[in-house]
């Protein structure tokens, strides 16, 4: 009887200019392997996507690793790989007994047996598997991206460096998920994202701040500003889990705590929130759905802004 539980293992983003490493690792089940699998790369969008649901739905255990865009310039992209591939490992539920990983480099600093194999994305159903987690994930995280950053086109390109990515970059500069360490990146000043010190930047960036603790914490962006004419509008629109979120964002400086940017969230404020998120349904034609209300606080007090989401913070008047 083999013993051995083996966990497929590879990433996505090394590339990119933009947005983080990805790592899966999955634990096929191996009397229900999902039909089709192969080198995420060379499968269609459309086709990566129902893969990645069968994966989820049938393997015994899928983990995930991601690394932002600071700690790639901090430790540089390969140890940052390595960094994804460890979390990835350590999130299955399920404890593996022997690791296979795309490509020539073992996994640093992991105390399980390892086998590297080059092509395992294409050869290894656990690695194929695994490349399809880490590259749908990331793919949904810079479409996320994308709403924060329309002019950079990120749902098209995914941070890598195409054409019209570099051509934007050169015009505009570069945004806070760029690896700044990344050539040509390094040489793009950021022009449009500063806001220590400038408090007539504090809503916009407060508003992009929020956005990327949503992203970086599983939160899929559905909106960001949503303008519903005279009836106003909605900062962040975001869904987790089937739910939809509907976010209020209060950015402020020199105060002590959250206390005076919540309480500007007044009994009007929260009728007129409630108003357009029934706008947006409506249009959206989203039946029936799970909603919640919450607000986060952006703190410009210290150069690293301080942020607090409160979920469910209230209930539509």
Known sequence: MNSKVIAGVDEAGRGPLAGPVVASAVILNPEAIPVGLKDSKKLSEKKRIVLAQEIRSKALAVGVGIVHEQDIDRNNILQATFEAMRQSIAKLKIQATLVQVDGNHKIPDLEIAQECIIGGDDLVPGISAASIIAKTTRDAMMISYDKLFPEYSFKSHKGYGSKAHMETLRELGRTPVHRRSFRPVDSCPNKKYQYYGLDSSYGRMGEIIAGMFLIRNGFTLLEHSYHAGRDGEIDLIATEAEEVIFVEVKSFAGES????????????????IARVA???????R????????????????DPKP?????SDAFLPL
């Open 257 to 272: 705590d959250d206390s005076l940017a919540l309480e500007r969230v007044t009994p009007a404020k929260q009728k007129q």
């Open 286 to 301: 989203i039946d029936q759905p799970e909603c919640r209300f919450d607000i986060i606080t952006v703190n410009f007090s």
């Open 306 to 310: 301080q942020i607090n989401h409160y």
């Open 278 to 284: 029934e706008m947006y349904l409506e249009k959206h």
